[in-house]
C-alpha cells in the first residue's frame, strides 16, 4: 500500500488521454448524467445525508494536505489547502450541505472554469493509477463539477451576470490575499510569484508580473463562457431558484 502513496513513484507517469485518464473522465461523466436524469429523486435528499458527504469531500481534500506533509516533504505552510481548487472543494461542500445559493455564485464559475480545465489537462508528473494523488485529484475536481450542477439539476440553481461579477470580484480578494501570504511565507500558492515549471497556458502570457494581468482576461472569458448556457434562460430580477429544505 505505501507504494502508492510514496512521493518516488514508479508505476510510470501520467500520459494525458491515456487508459486511466479516458476511464477517471468517463466515471464523472456519467455520474453528472446520473444527476441529471434522477434529479427528481435526488430534491429529496436530507440535510443530514447532504452534511455527510460534504463532510467526506471536505476530509478528502484535507488528506491531501497530510500526503504533502508526510510523503511530499513539503512544510505545513506550503501544504495548506490554500489552492483555488482546495478553496473551491471546501465551498462547494458547504454550498451542498447547507443548499446557499451565495456560495453557488462564487463557486459555479470557479468549478466550472478551472476544475474542467484541470480535469481535461491534468498536471500529475508521476503520479499515474492508482497512485493516491491520481485518485485524490480526480476525486476532488470531479466532485466540484458534480456538486455544481447537483446544485443546478437538482435544486433549479441558476447563475445570473451578477453571480459571475460577485465571483470575480471574490476570486481577486482572495488572490490578493493569497498575494500577501506567498510574500510573507516564501510560498507560490496559485503561482502570483512564479510560472509552474510544467507546460501550461501560462507558459504563453509573458514574464512576471505581467501574465498576472493576462490571467485576469483568461478568467474573465472562462467564466462567461460557463455562464452562456444560461443566459438565454436568466429573467431580469429573478434568480429562478428553489431553496427550500
Known sequence: MNKYLTSNFTGGPFVLFSTPHIIALTIILSLIILTYVFRNRFRSLKKSTRIYI??????????????????GGLPLKASLPLELCDVSIIISAIMFASKSYLLYEIVYFWGMAGSLEALITPDLSIYTFPHFIFLQFFLSHG??????????????????FKSLIKSLVVLNIYAGFIGIYDKLMGTNI??????????????????????????????????????????IKIKPGSNNINISQ
Open 54 to 71: 460534504s463532510a467526506f469531500f471536505i476530509l478528502q481534500q484535507l488528506s491531501l494536505t497530510a500526503w504533502y506533509i508526510m510523503y
Open 143 to 160: 466532485s466540484i463539477i458534480i456538486l455544481c450542477l447537483f446544485m443546478t439539476f437538482v435544486y433549479d440553481y441558476r447563475p445570473s
Open 190 to 231: 496559485m503561482y502570483l510569484c512564479g510560472k509552474t515549471q510544467d507546460t501550461s497556458i501560462m507558459s504563453y502570457l509573458g514574464p512576471w508580473p505581467w501574465y498576472l494581468i493576462s490571467l485576469e482576461f483568461v478568467a474573465v472569458g472562462s467564466c462567461f463562457l460557463c455562464l452562456i448556457p444560461f443566459i
